[in-house]
């Protein structure tokens, strides 16, 4: 008798156990974003021909897999390719980040997200270095497991080379993220 109990007690807590909603879920995700700088040859006169005074500098491309915990903090480990044309520099940065939801209402979240990791660069102009990073952004709730992100990013990239030996960048992008 008491195994019999002890199985259907076993049957039920596993039952139990299975019913109940998850709290976590493992993600993909991956944005584009670009970063505006000062256009060094402009000049205000009545001889504008030398462009606009904004004009986009860089480049990035990110992509991650990650997992959310009781939908209110997530980690992720991501990679990328960063471009930034005005120096000429090429970058593969690969980064932990660690994301916090402020606010949460029907499926929309308001997030932060720090970053640290490591930038790799191909050429022999600047050596590798430590990649930085925190950010604040919108996840909005799509249709099915699709989420569309936008965001507002500071980065710091520390390689010998550049001015005080780091690179600074605000950049803003867009992307999406899969459940």
Same mark, same amino acid.
């Given at each position: 008798?008491?195994?019999?109990?002890?199985?259907?007690?076993?049957?039920?807590?596993?039952?139990?156990?299975?019913?109940?909603?998850?709290?976590?879920?493992?993600?993909?995700?991956?944005?584009?974003?670009?970063?505006?700088?000062?256009?060094?040859?402009?000049?205000?006169?009545?001889?504008?021909?030398?462009?606009?005074?904004?004009?986009?500098?860089?480049?990035?491309?990110?992509?991650?897999?990650?997992?959310?915990?009781?939908?209110?903090?997530?980690?992720?480990?991501?990679?990328?390719?960063?471009?930034?044309?005005?120096?000429?520099?090429?970058?593969?940065?690969?980064? @932990?980040?660690?994301?916090?939801?402020?606010? +949460?209402?029907?499926? *929309? /979240?308001? &997030?932060?997200?720090?970053?640290?990791? #490591?930038?790799?660069?191909?050429?022999?102009?600047?050596?590798?270095?430590?990649?930085?990073?925190? @950010?604040?952004?919108?996840?909005?709730?799509? +249709?099915?497991?699709? *989420? /569309?992100? &936008?965001?507002?990013?500071?980065?710091? #990239?520390?390689?010998?080379?550049?001015?005080?030996?780091?690179?600074?960048?605000?950049?803003?992008?867009?992307?999406?993220?899969?459940?």
């Amino acid at each position: 008798m008491r195994r019999t109990l002890l199985a259907i007690f076993l049957v039920f807590i596993f039952q139990i156990s299975r019913s109940q909603e998850k709290n976590g879920r493992v993600f993909f995700l991956a944005d584009v974003n670009f970063t505006l700088g000062i256009n060094e040859h402009y000049q205000i006169g009545p001889n504008d021909d030398n462009g606009p005074l904004i004009v986009p500098s860089a480049l990035f491309f990110r992509f991650g897999l990650g997992y959310t915990f009781r939908k209110r903090v997530a980690i992720a480990f991501n990679s990328g390719y960063d471009f930034h044309w005005n120096y000429d520099v090429k970058a593969f940065p690969t980064y @932990g980040s660690l994301k916090y939801n402020i606010t +949460e209402k029907e499926g *929309n /979240t308001h &997030f932060i997200e720090i970053r640290r990791g #490591k930038m790799w660069t191909p050429s022999a102009t600047y050596s590798d270095g430590n990649y930085y990073g925190i @950010g604040l952004g919108i996840q909005v709730a799509g +249709e099915e497991r699709w *989420n /569309t992100i &936008f965001r507002i990013d500071f980065h710091r #990239k520390r390689s010998i080379g550049f001015e005080k030996n780091r690179l600074d960048s605000v950049s803003f992008g867009f992307g999406f993220s899969f459940f």
